[in-house]
């Protein structure tokens, strides 16, 4: 079964992914004999540390913005 519910050649509502993140094609590719009815923990939010660094490097990326167009300003201030 793919992680929809729905058996491996019925791709609907799961995009073809099994829960072990492997393509269907038939079969599972997790070794659990054509069940995909492994439970792999899957880590949906980002630790502190990461958030931090995330925006960290949007900050970076705002500032090299922020003095392109305050260069451009000064430019067509000329």
Do not use: W
Not at 3 to 20: F, K, W
């Amino acid at each position: 079964m793919c992680n929809c519910g729905e058996p491996h050649d019925n791709h609907e509502g799961c995009g073809g992914a099994c829960q072990c993140g492997e393509e269907c094609g038939g079969e599972c590719h997790c070794g659990r004999g054509g069940n995909c009815d492994n439970r792999h923990f899957q880590r949906r939010f980002k630790t502190k540390a990461e958030q931090i660094a995330d925006l960290e490097s949007y900050l970076s990326e705002l500032k090299k913005e922020v003095q392109a167009v305050e260069e451009m300003l000064a430019d067509l201030r000329k």
